[in-house]
Structures are given as structure tokens and as C-alpha cells.
């Protein structure tokens, strides 16, 4: 594989793989010196079409640590804003030789379409509504963290699936191990005939309650072009999970959330900062999981 651009095509022995790679580079990270010569001489571009705070910094460090040479991409100053297509945009890039490039854009199917027209390694950072796999795989590795495993979980994915990259992703992966997926929300925001595999629930509390992963979403209100509910203060009075659900969910379940969190409609404060929540650890794991990715695709070219 020269390229990440979707979890769909991956296997379970590519997942573990990953996995236990990022594991290995999690243990170099927290040593004083923290780079790796692997890569050095390399060169990765991080293309950004849409603003990112958590993966475009973890992608930048990730480089960093394995000492490639980073550019970072701004289009608010490039010549897309004069009209410059993707594919000149791309082409411009390759002239300088770059060994990796990563991308995000709002078009899904942008990534497999930039793979498809560069020699360079391409790793997908979001396209559309279409797939997020390092944010599945940094997810994945969090889980497997605190829990020692992923197959015998219930994981519940709470909020707006049918706009959400991530849990599209996230369903691809899990759908590999032996996990029971439910997707938790009002139905204007869960599809109307899901995977086989996937147990629908319309009530927050009956969701999650059993659940040993509750994975919340935000509203995707940038990707919406209706009004899927009645405003956000009602979403966070109905399915915001707020400080009364520590009565009745498990209590070794464990909080995640790709970010950036909406405080006050998924999800209140006091869960968000609670010990339950993993939140922060999977903001730490996104670096040593982008850095697993990047270093296979280069021993798979070699």
C-alpha cells in the first residue's frame, strides 16, 4: 500500500499492525529525546482545505518526531483562492518532490483522487462525509489502551452519524472485530437503513447505558443544508450527555470524542473533564498513531 485513504480497504491484520506500531512509537515519546532519524531527508506537505486544530498539529508533530522536513499548507494564502484547481495545485507540489502528502478537503473522494495522480504517499486527514481513518485508528488504539482489547465491547456512537467522517470510519473498523456498534440519536441524524451490524437507538438513555465505549459526535452543522433539529439547547437537553448519566452507565465505561468538543450541546463540562473521559488521551495517541501510519507506508515502498 503507498497510500491511506480509507479504513474500508484495510484488514484486521493491517489494523493490528498499525496498532501495535503506534505502541512502540507512544514508548519513544516519552523519552527525553524524542525523534526518530527513520525518515530524515524526507519531505511531507500537510494540505489542509479545511480548518483543523487537533489533526493538522498531531500530523505536523508526527512528521517532526521522524524527522521528516514539514511544509504546511495555508489556502487562505495560496493561489486556490484565485481560482487554482486541486489538480494544478497538486501538480505544483509534486515539482518540489515531496515523498508525503496529506490532505484534507471537504470533497469526499478528494483523497483517492490526489493518490491517484501523485507517486507520493498519501494519507488521508478527512474528505467530505466520507472517511477520518487515523482518527478511527487513534480511536481504536485509545480503546485498546484502557480496555486490553477491542473484540467483546458494546461501543456506542452517540449524535450525528449520517454527517460524521469519523463514525463512517469508525464503523469500518470496529465491523473487523467482534464488537456490538450502536448508533445513538434523534433519527433525523441516524440513517434510515444501517449495516446489519448496527443496532439503532432513539433513546440516549437505553444506548448507552450497558456501553463499554460511548463515542460522542458534535452536530456537523457546516455539512447540514436542513435543520435536523429543533435548535442545539434542545439537542443537550435530550442527547447531551451530561453529569446524571454517571448513575446509570457502566461504571468502567469509558467517554471518548474526536473534537473539538461543543461544551453545552453534546456534552456537558462535567463529563468532559471527568475521570471517565478519554478525551485528552486520544489527542496524545493521535500523534504516535499518524506516526505508525506514515513509518508503514514507507517500509511498504521500500
Wanted: charged residues 25%; proline residues 4%.
Amino acid at each position: 500500500m503507498k497510500d491511506l485513504v480509507g479504513i474500508k480497504e484495510l484488514s484486521r491484520q493491517d489494523i493490528e499492525e498499525i496498532l501495535n506500531t503506534a505502541k512502540a512509537f507512544k514508548e519513544v515519546l516519552q523519552r527525553d529525546i524524542k525523534k526518530v532519524p527513520t525518515l530524515r531527508g524526507k519531505t511531507a506537505i500537510n494540505l489542509f482545505f479545511e480548518p483543523s486544530t487537533r489533526t493538522r498539529t498531531s500530523f505536523e508533530l508526527a512528521e517532526k518526531r521522524l524527522s521528516l522536513d514539514v511544509l504546511n499548507f495555508s489556502v487562505s494564502t495560496s493561489s486556490v483562492v484565485k481560482g487554482e484547481t486541486l489538480y494544478d495545485t497538486l501538480k505544483t507540489i509534486e515539482a518540489y518532490n515531496v515523498d508525503y502528502i496529506v490532505i484534507r478537503h471537504s470533497c469526499s473522494g478528494a483523497a483517492k483522487f490526489v493518490a491517484s495522480h501523485t507517486p507520493a504517499s498519501v494519507v488521508n486527514a478527512g474528505d467530505g462525509t466520507n472517511e477520518h481513518p487515523t482518527q478511527a485508528l487513534l480511536d481504536a488504539f485509545s480503546i485498546l489502551e484502557v480496555k486490553g482489547r477491542l473484540d467483546g465491547l458494546k461501543i456506542a456512537i452517540v449524535g450525528d452519524i449520517i454527517h460524521s467522517r469519523v463514525a463512517r470510519s469508525n464503523l469500518y473498523l470496529l465491523s473487523k472485530f467482534d464488537t456490538e456498534i450502536r448508533f445513538v440519536g434523534p433519527p433525523t441524524l441516524l440513517p434510515e437503513q444501517p449495516p446489519d451490524n448496527v443496532k439503532l437507538f432513539y433513546d440516549l438513555k437505553s444506548g448507552i447505558k450497558d456501553a463499554d465505549i460511548i463515542m460522542l459526535l458534535r452536530i456537523q452543522l457546516e455539512r447540514q443544508n436542513a435543520a435536523f433539529i429543533p435548535s442545539l439547547k434542545e439537542y443537550f437537553h435530550v442527547w447531551g450527555l451530561k453529569k446524571e448519566a454517571f448513575s446509570y452507565i457502566k461504571d468502567d465505561a469509558i467517554i471518548m470524542h474526536p473534537g473539538p468538543m461543543n461544551r453545552g450541546v453534546e456534552i456537558s463540562t462535567e463529563v468532559a473533564d471527568s475521570p471517565r473521559s478519554v478525551i485528552l488521551r486520544q489527542v496524545t495517541n493521535g500523534i504516535a498513531t499518524r506516526m505508525a501510519v506514515i513509518y508503514l507506508l514507507t517500509q511498504r515502498e521500500v
